[in-house]
């Protein structure tokens, strides 16, 4: 029987098979930020343990920054500048490379983390953060853990970890258009649920994962977390491959010759198993954007807000009502022309220069509408340089939209920057939850082309339908 992608790469790193369902991983990669990063390196200290390989760790100081130009150490959330300056010093102290503040590589782990070459095709990389699961787009095998498996991690350069059972999730056909990997993942989470994916780990695959550019196969496996998934990865190719080419610390000369030849060769036997398979009709996706609290509560744009009466599961039929309470909406209320007060571009879903670009491309020449709140925040300043390099940066701000420096922002309400309450915001973020972009703020997930047309139209509009009402 053939072998998995996913099976491959986990019977590289295996170093032993500990016997109870757990394997000990080799890791190749481990990447930390400001926020739970100091509690990594602070156990670590605490235990008295040096940090085993410093040069395959990386710090980036992403989440509490502010992204205001001029920033410094200092933040808009209380108590902020200790992450920043405990995680600095501690990571100096342990010999670990910092993307700090100030740097020019500065940015979102997630975004960094490949545009440095730092996460390669078929690495194992963890970081104490959920969407670690992002750099499988590469074709790595790169999960979430949590501080202290962070800190074992930086001490031993291994981990234990529980096999997960392998999905493969099949995108037949082309994507329409005006439809990108953002509105392929809401769907795919709409239609199988938020758990949808626990206790796997996933391949996208198919004609219409592998049209896609590498960036956005990054959005794609994003997202896999809020599957509930473990992690998401897709096959490295000829893309993948020429993508990853002499960046920084990616492989040079004739260890890059060997890295490609051998990347080449990560792909799922035809013959694999996995223990479930999802095809998904391309034809079938539409701009997608939730309505709720949750990822799985997206529909089709051009959809309506479903009535809990239809739903036969009383907590789940209690979860939408709640859902729609916080939302201010009512069953059968049309998305399209609900009246938005922000709108906001970044997050490591979609904050890539290709997320950017098509954004820009809607708003040139068009002025967000009155009353619209609309910030951009580009992934890194690696982004942010390369966006203004093509005057991108000038596309949004004479549409109306603030143009910051780069960090989470308000992907994530950690006390500082935030929404107001009751703002209704279309958003490129992954979450959704009660409060995640300020208390009481109500956020609809949507691709940055669909966030766009909103802070055109000044209400939720279908990107499809550009300057009509
Ligand atoms: C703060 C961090 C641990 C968290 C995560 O794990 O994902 C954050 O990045 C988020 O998106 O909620
Ligand atoms: S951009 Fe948002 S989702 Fe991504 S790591 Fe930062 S807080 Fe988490």
């Not at 999905?167 to 758990?195: N, Q, T």
């Not at 479903?306 to 209690?318: K, L, N, R, S, T």
Request: hydrophobic share 40%; with cysteine; aromatic share 6%.
């Amino acid at each position: 029987m053939g072998q998995s992608l996913i099976e491959k790469l986990w019977d590289r790193h295996c170093v032993a098979d500990l016997g109870d369902g757990t394997d000990l991983l080799y890791i190749d990669r481990v990447l930390l930020h400001e926020r739970t990063g100091s509690m990594a390196l602070k156990g670590l200290k605490e235990q008295g343990r040096p940090v085993r390989h410093p040069d395959r760790a990386f710090v980036c100081m992403d989440h509490i920054v502010d992204t205001f130009p001029g920033r410094g150490d200092e933040t808009t959330m209380p108590g902020g500048i200790a992450f920043i300056r405990e995680t600095r010093e501690a990571a100096t102290e342990a010999g670990i490379r910092i993307f700090d503040i100030g740097d020019n590589r500065q940015g979102i782990v997630h975004v960094v983390s490949p545009e440095q070459g730092i996460a390669l095709p078929g690495a194992t990389l963890v970081c104490p953060d959920s969407h670690t699961c992002t750099q499988g787009g590469l074709g790595a095998l790169a999960w979430g853990i949590g501080s202290t498996e962070a800190a074992h991690a930086l001490a031993t350069q291994t981990l234990v970890v529980k096999r997960p059972r392998t999905m493969r999730v099949w995108f037949e056909g082309a994507l329409p258009a005006g439809v990108g990997a953002k509105d392929m993942i809401l769907h795919l989470i709409a239609s199988h649920g938020a758990g949808g994916g626990s206790g796997y780990a996933i391949e996208f695959a198919g004609p219409a994962v592998e049209a896609l550019s590498v960036e956005a196969r990054m959005t794609l496996c994003n997202m896999a977390v809020e599957f509930a998934a473990w992690t998401g990865l897709v096959a490295p190719d000829a893309k993948t491959i020429d993508w990853v080419k002499g960046r920084p610390f990616a492989p040079a000369g004739d260890l890059w010759e060997q890295a490609a030849a051998d990347w080449q060769s990560l792909t799922s036997d035809a013959d694999a198993v996995f223990d479930k398979e999802i095809r998904v009709d391309c034809a079938d996706i539409a701009p997608t954007v939730t309505w709720g609290t949750s990822p799985q509560h997206a529909v089709p744009v051009t959809g309506q807000v479903p009535d809990p009466a239809g739903i036969a599961d009383p907590v789940a039929a209690q979860a939408q009502r709640r859902a729609l309470e916080y939302m201010g909406l009512a069953p059968g209320d049309s998305l399209i022309g609900l009246p938005i007060d922000g709108a906001f571009i970044g997050s490591c879903t979609n904050s890539r220069l290709s997320d950017l670009r098509a954004a820009a491309a809607i708003l040139k020449g068009r002025k967000v509408a009155k009353g619209v709140r609309a910030i951009c925040v580009p992934g890194s300043m690696q982004v942010k340089a390369a966006a203004e390099a093509e005057g991108l940066h000038l596309l949004f701000q004479e549409a109306g939209f603030e143009w910051r420096e780069s960090g989470c922002s308000m992907c994530f309400f950690a006390g500082g920057e935030h929404f107001g309450k009751g703002e209704r915001v279309v958003t490129s973020t992954n979450r959704n939850f009660e409060n995640r972009q300020g208390p009481g703020t109500r956020s609809h997930l949507a691709s940055p082309v669909t966030v766009a047309a909103s802070a055109i139209a000044g209400h939720i509009a279908d990107p499809r339908r550009l300057g009509e009402a």
